[in-house]
């Protein structure tokens, strides 16, 4: 096996997984918020931890396959200069466009990735918290910052992706 179709394979994995693990997530928190309303309002119980858990997932639910888009090149487009640009024919200028945009996301996701990092380990250095328990403790505040590097780490891992192929193929 050539390294070039592990490496295809293994990027085509993480998509996958990134696909699924969206899918997952919001059908839990459908599941999770559709059981809170019928217990809140058919029985009158609220069960807290539901909701507080559903606003925590729905940052994995954004941040996780945000790299999808970046793998189908529909992150980070100047629409206005690409359409230009594709309707005169500017192949050449169109595909170092191309390029400068994704190197650009790639920057910007590496310093964001090794931001969420910082922040996430400042968050557990000094125990940060949020106002609600779960199953009587309280919630540590790294639960949704994990949620941003998951998510830069696959944009970052898709647009380098993208960047590669573009360079070896020599198109958009």
């Not at 970046?70 to 050449?92: G, M």
């Not at 996430?120 to 309280?138: G, K, Q, S």
Request: net charge positive; glycine share 2%.
């Amino acid at each position: 096996m050539s390294m070039k179709r592990f490496v295809q394979g293994l990027l085509f994995g993480a998509a996958k997984l990134t696909d699924w693990t969206s899918i997952f997530l919001m059908a839990f928190i459908s599941v999770q918020l559709i059981i809170v309303v019928v217990l809140r309002y058919a029985f009158f119980i609220n069960i807290r931890w539901f909701e507080q858990s559903s606003t925590i997932l729905f940052f994995y639910v954004v941040f996780v396959p945000a790299g999808l888009l970046s793998r189908s090149n529909q992150h980070l487009n100047v629409e206005i200069l690409y359409e230009y640009l594709k309707k005169r024919e500017k192949t050449k200028t169109l595909w170092i466009l191309h390029l400068l945009l994704r190197l650009t996301e790639a920057l910007f996701c590496a310093l964001a990735l090794y931001l969420a990092w910082e922040y996430t380990v400042h968050l557990i250095e000094i125990n940060a918290t949020f106002d609600f328990e779960f199953f009587d403790r309280r919630v540590p505040q790294w639960t949704t910052s994990v949620a941003f590097i998951l998510g830069f780490f696959f944009l970052l891992l898709f647009t380098v992706e993208v960047l590669i192929t573009s360079l070896m193929e020599k198109k958009v």
